[in-house]
T-cell receptor
Framework: DAGVTQSPTHLIKTRGQQVTLRCSPKSGHDTVSWYQQALGQGPQFIFQ???????QRGNFPDRFSGHQFPNYSSELNVNALLLGDSALYLC????????????FGPGTRLTVL | RKEVEQDPGPFNVPEGATVAFNCTYS??????FFWYRQDCRKEPKLLMSVYSSGNEDGRFTAQLNRASQYISLLIRDSKLSDSATYLC??????????FGAGTRLFVKA
């Protein structure tokens, strides 16, 4: 039973560029949440996707956008990258739009130079 | 004020010690509470949910005090393998999950 997978593992970009991160949820899960975790901090909620729609959003600018596909996988897009966007980006999956039990992927470590 | 606050630590304890972590939350309408564990450079993993009546899982005991808006985690008989960051998590109405910054624990032989 495959758990949550994310790609790529690591990524290096320069300021102003755009990046796309990908997530495949755990088998049987249909809900994907994205988090940003800066060094020494807890994960910060970016947004959640369920039934291919963004259901709730944290305090992140419009530069952060996402998408969920019919197979429940999801993408996180960040435009006009800033140095402060350097972080570990975590995807968590759950089922039925609930987040009581979330399973996290290993994350994508993004470095912006 | 942060929505979820934790003592960042680090807590340095010997093997076999009992250690307690506290967490406070600001939104009185919060509905669900959890403790996650995160090892260095790894993803968070659910340790246990926290219920008003208190709950125990082996050496781990979690308590919730809604009146005072705090959550606690007690670890008894600490093992070297308990060394990690412990994240307090609160879910508000809707779908938003809020993590504390985490408390680092080092258990030494």
């Amino acid at each position: 039973d495959a758990g949550v997978t994310q790609s790529p593992t690591h990524l290096i970009k320069t300021r102003g560029q755009q990046v796309t991160l990908r997530c495949s949820p755990k088998s049987g899960h249909d809900t994907v949440s994205w988090y940003q975790q800066a060094l020494g901090q807890g994960p910060q909620f970016i947004f959640q996707y369920y039934e291919e729609e963004e259901r709730q959003r944290g305090n992140f600018p419009d530069r952060f956008s996402g998408h969920q596909f019919p197979n429940y996988s999801s993408e996180l897009n960040v435009n006009a990258l800033l140095l402060g966007d350097s972080a570990l980006y975590l995807c968590a999956s759950s089922s039925g739009g609930r987040t009581d039990t979330q399973y996290f992927g290993p994350g994508t470590r993004l470095t912006v130079l | 004020r942060k929505e979820v606050e934790q003592d960042p630590g680090p807590f340095n304890v010997p093997e076999g010690a009992t250690v307690a972590f506290n967490c406070t939350y600001s939104n009185s309408a919060s509905q669900s509470f959890f403790w996650y564990r995160q090892d260095c450079r790894k993803e968070p993993k659910l340790l246990m949910s926290v219920y008003s009546s208190g709950n125990e899982d082996g050496r781990f005991t979690a308590q919730l005090n809604r009146a005072s808006q705090y959550i606690s985690l007690l670890i008894r008989d600490s093992k070297l393998s308990d060394s990690a960051t412990y994240l307090c998590v609160v879910r508000t109405g809707g779908f938003k999950t809020i993590f504390g910054a985490g408390t680092r624990l080092f258990v030494k032989a």
